[in-house]
């Protein structure tokens, strides 16, 4: 695969402090990259860098093979004329759909009679035909959001940089973009960087996740290995692994682990030898609760305890229960096996999982 | 009261009657506070422009000289003028002490800082990322000024008729470096005033009020350009693409 763009070294200082230090990345042709993490972690920064919307204080950036943060005047404006950004707001030009979509065009020196036919494949691609004469202060939140997709996407640009375009948006709205976007992304071919601190999105979207945290790479690979293996305690916290639990481990043997948490020992898939300390964590979805009476029955599941419900969250269909036992353990179950299990604070619970589901922590 | 019913009478016959005197002093008014304002805007929008977006070795200096000399007294102004363009003056040998030119110059003196600080002000109320997003889908750094001037366009006009109103209102500069001379440098602020002078109230006053629909006629014209219509025009024209 061909490399589109490369970074390395970037960083940048802010009164002293360092806001971003990347050692390096590079963004293949036609793939999504997702950088995911919490506000603040410096992915903006990041996207502007790219962009050439912002200096960093040291670093290069190639695109195409060639460096282009030292470029000045006409040249700069070529290169960046290879690429396009869509923002967290549409950040509409006041004026007609088609004068949004056409800018990148006009400013490039298109013919009118190209422009034309561009914004309308443009519009047709986001679903707005017919909207072009409308005033950009008649749209909705979504169809700005799509005129500005159109409108970043119409110029065909080698890298797409997308700046947390849905997070503004309602549940629907974002969902249905979410797939739209992906899908045009791919069926175009295009290359595209885009900053999240939605892990559903990053999931969603991204052939490659790089978690950013206090503007550094704390891990980078492929969606189900960032959910499932963070390497550390802070991207395991962000990547919804609420239960992390710190241990020792009292035995080991063919590739299974005992590990001691507050008296409690529960087995873990792993290679770790006796007596060393460790961070385990467990996804809530990968918990089973089940009626305390039931615990003992035969599972496949290595893991059985019984505690006490602490709390009960519900959201919508489902519901976070923490059952406390010893240690809280967090597990996320539908509304439906909530009432057929009867549970409600202070009340018994077990809590099955397996042995597979429990994961150690790489940086533990 | 009668003075006051007469004078809108009079106003309508010095309009209706073409008073060759009385339309050369309206005509001038109308070429020296227009010429100032046009060149005022040519100078005080760029510069309005160049202070909010471009960064540069005493921009807040400058920028704290434009907020000063908005305020500069007119008299003052004219006294300065009058010093430099005077026969033992700097540029004397260009004799333009007593002209329409001279006028022109105290009027741009004024107008300039007014339309610059407007200028200013209404290009920092436009959303700074509508010039990142213009610049994110390849426009030039003066493309994504211009974006922004579209976005600023009601306080851009606004601060073309607030140049246009302090010249045309003008009384003191002008007097001094143009002297009032009938059929050369008289216009309808000097005349007023001498007019008044002279106890002609119901002229004075009726001039007045010609000043008066004078100003909002160009108001009106210069507020349309505040609609998109009119902007789009003018889009046109600069860039050759319709909007």
Redo the contacts between chains.
């Keep these: 695969m061909k490399t589109i763009l490369e970074a390395s070294n970037l960083s940048k200082t802010y009164d002293g402090s360092k806001v971003l230090d990347i050692d390096e990345f590079s963004v293949e042709d036609g793939e999504t990259l997702v950088f995911l993490g919490p506000s603040g972690a410096g992915k903006s920064l990041l996207l502007?860098i790219l962009?050439m919307?912002e200096a960093p204080s040291t670093g290069t950036v190639r695109l195409g093979g060639e460096e282009i943060l030292r470029l000045q005047g006409r040249e700069r404006?070529e290169v960046?004329?290879r690429?396009?950004?869509l923002?967290q707001?549409p950040?509409l030009?006041?004026?007609?759909v088609t004068?949004n979509v056409a800018?990148?065009l006009?400013?490039?020196g298109f013919p009118?009679a190209e422009i034309e036919k561009r914004v309308a494949d443009a519009l047709r691609t986001v679903r707005l035909v017919g909207f072009g004469e409308r005033h950009v202060s008649t749209l909705s939140g979504g169809e700005a959001q799509r005129v500005a997709l159109a409108?970043?996407m119409v110029?065909e640009p080698e890298v797409l940089?997308l700046d947390e375009p849905f997070a503004n948006l309602d549940r629907l709205n974002r969902d249905a973009l979410q797939v739209e976007v992906r899908d045009i992304l791919k069926r175009r071919g295009m290359t595209a960087v885009f900053v999240t601190h939605d892990q559903q999105e990053a999931a969603r979207l991204g052939d490659r996740i790089m978690v950013l945290d206090e503007g550094r790479i704390v891990q980078r690979g492929i969606p189900s290995d960032i959910f499932h293996k963070p390497a550390t305690e802070s991207v395991a916290r962000f990547v919804g692994m609420d239960n992390i639990y710190n241990g020792v481990v009292t035995s080991a043997a063919g590739g299974l682990a005992q590990v001691l948490i507050e008296g409690k020992a529960i087995e873990v898939v792993s290679e770790r030898i006796e007596g060393e300390h460790v961070t385990v964590g467990l996804r809530p979805e990968d918990v089973t609760l089940v009626h305390a009476a039931d615990i003992g029955s035969r599972e496949s599941s290595r893991n059985a305890l019984v505690g006490r419900v602490s709390s009960i969250e519900a959201q919508g269909p489902t519901a976070y229960v923490t059952v406390d036992c010893p240690f809280p353990v967090r597990a996320l179950i539908t509304m439906r096996s909530l009432e057929e299990l009867g549970l409600e604070v202070g009340s018994e619970a077990g809590v099955r999982f397996k042995a597979t589901a429990v994961h150690l922590i790489q940086g533990s | 009261m009668s003075t006051i019913l007469n004078a809108f009478k009079e106003a309508f016959l010095l309009i209706v009657r073409f008073n060759p005197d009385f339309y050369r002093v309206l005509l001038l008014s109308l070429i020296v506070s227009g010429t100032a304002t046009v060149i005022g805007a040519l100078i005080g929008i760029p510069l309005g422009v160049a202070l909010s977006e471009s960064s540069f070795r005493g921009r807040r200096v400058l920028l704290t000289l434009v907020h000063a000399f908005m305020g500069l007294p007119p008299v003052v102004v004219g006294l300065f003028t009058l010093l430099v363009i005077m026969r033992s003056g700097p540029l004397g040998s260009l004799e333009l002490y007593y002209t329409p030119t001279a006028m022109v110059i105290v009027q741009v003196i004024l107008a300039t800082p007014i339309i610059a600080g407007f200028t200013h002000a209404s290009m920092e109320g436009v959303?700074p990322?509508?010039g990142?997003?213009?610049?994110?889908?390849?426009?030039?750094r003066w493309?994504a000024a211009w974006?922004k001037m579209?976005?600023a366009r009601a306080g851009l006009v606004a601060a073309v008729i607030a140049g246009l109103g302090r010249v045309m209102a003008e009384v003191g500069a002008v007097l001094i470096v143009g002297g009032n001379l009938k059929g050369q440098t008289r216009v309808l602020t000097t005349d007023i005033v001498m007019q008044t002078r002279m106890a002609n109230y119901e002229l004075a006053l009726a001039e007045g009020i010609v000043l008066i629909l004078l100003v909002v006629i160009i108001n009106i014209f210069l507020t349309r350009l505040q609609a998109?219509k009119g902007m789009r025009e003018i889009e046109k024209r600069v860039?050759g693409?319709?909007?």
């Design positions: 502007r962009n919307l404006v960046a004329r690429m396009a950004m923002f707001e950040l030009f006041t004026g007609s004068r800018y990148g006009k400013v490039r009118p409108r970043a110029v940089f | 959303d990322r509508l990142l997003q213009a610049m994110s889908l390849g426009a030039t493309q974006v579209r976005e998109e860039t693409y319709p909007a």
